[in-house]
Nanobody, 120 residues
Framework: QVQLVESGGGLVQPGGSLRLSCAAS????????MGWYRQAPGKQRELVAS???????NYADFVKGRFTISRDNVKNTVYLHMNSLKPEDTAVYYC??????????????WGQGTQVTVSS
């Protein structure tokens, strides 16, 4: 069973920074796109940023210039560096990965979510 484990969320003041991590493990042959989504209370889940296994990135307009996504293909880990955080960035952040399993073929997997709260 593929597992995505997230870490790094928490409470931060406006203008502050956080780094989220998401490590994928178990039954992994390769990982194509990895990404971060977020969901605020009462809102739909939305894409924050994504990165291919070749390093090509895509960002939502509302985080461009503030957030940076990166990945370590050896560790099967994706990171989200968040700077200049705003109260409207408050949400549960979810890791997502397009995985090719050693047994069982392709699978889109989600992490359990990590809370990010931006407040003074």
């Amino acid at each position: 069973q593929v597992q995505l484990v997230e870490s790094g969320g928490g409470l931060v003041q406006p203008g502050g920074s956080l780094r989220l991590s998401c490590a994928a493990s178990r039954n992994i042959f390769s990982i194509n796109v990895m990404g971060w989504y977020r969901q605020a209370p009462g809102k739909q889940r939305e894409l924050v940023a994504s990165i291919t296994n070749g390093g090509s990135t895509n960002y939502a307009d509302f985080v461009k210039g503030r957030f940076t996504i990166s990945r370590d293909n050896v560790k099967n880990t994706v990171y989200l560096h968040m700077n200049s955080l705003k109260p409207e960035d408050t949400a549960v952040y979810y890791c997502n990965a397009d995985i090719v399993r050693r047994i069982g073929g392709r699978l889109t997997s989600w992490g359990q979510g990590t809370q990010v709260t931006v407040s003074s």
